[in-house]
């Protein structure tokens, strides 16, 4: 009887020991668990440029990634630091694709760089691919710029005269500048001029921290 009863205590012993020992992997898995993160800037596919103002396209079909783990951590996946943001301009859905399409402005140190745009296209939520254009702007000084009594006067002067001028309200952006060697990014200030008699309509981007004028195009039509 004692022998049997010494069998029995012997079984339970092992039986707790072994609850222990399992309750402690359990603890220790579940803390590898919550302990884990997904590297969205690892993890994913990345853009791959195709020139030097930044176009891209990216395949995420196989990422079963959502659009707002995808938005949430736009600046880690473009590699950009915390002066650049972006910014939801667009939304619509198609019915006979059914695709939902987002488009976001990228802005640095809240100027809106030009031409600088994410395209998202997702289905049920999921993301499926992206394109667009993005370019990292490491360091471009915002301050120091030209007034806008001196803004307009440039404009005047090559526009010719001053009476009977129409003048826009001026906009600020940053520039992708292409030349034949590179592409620069500048601050720039656009403004539009109108005259009637003679009909000139005329937009100046203009250099907002030189006050050089980097291009314009005279937006009437004449016939030959």
Avoid: C, W
């Avoid at 339970?12 to 803390?31: H, K, P, V, W």
């Avoid at 990422?63 to 473009?78: A, K, Q, R, W």
């Avoid at 000084?141 to 005269?161: N, P, T």
């Amino acid at each position: 009887m004692n022998k049997k009863l010494f069998q029995i205590k012997k079984i339970s012993t092992r039986l707790i020991f072994a609850a222990i020992l399992l309750a402690g992997s359990n603890i220790s898995a579940s803390n590898m668990m919550m302990n884990e993160s997904y590297d969205l800037s690892a993890d994913l596919p990345k853009p791959r440029y195709q020139n030097r103002i930044g176009t891209f396209l990216v395949d995420f079909k196989k990422s079963n990634l959502s659009v707002t783990e995808f938005t949430n951590n736009l600046n880690d996946y473009f590699d950009l630091d915390n002066l650049h943001r972006f910014e939801l301009v667009n939304e619509n859905y198609d019915s006979q694709t059914g695709f939902t399409n987002y488009s976001y402005q990228h802005l640095y140190k809240d100027v809106r760089i030009n031409g600088d745009m994410i395209f998202l296209h997702a289905k049920e939520g999921k993301l499926q691919f992206i394109n667009g254009q993005v370019v990292n702007v490491e360091e471009l000084s915002i301050s120091g710029l030209i007034s806008e009594e001196k803004l307009k006067s440039i404009a005047y002067e090559d526009f010719g005269r001053r009476d009977d001028v129409k003048v826009s309200t001026v906009e600020t952006y940053i520039l992708k500048h292409q030349t034949q060697e590179n592409v620069t990014l500048k601050l720039v200030n656009k403004i539009n001029l109108t005259s009637f008699n003679p009909a000139k309509n005329i937009d100046f981007v203009i250099d907002a921290q030189t006050g050089k004028i980097l291009s314009q195009i005279n937006k009437v039509m004449h016939a030959d």
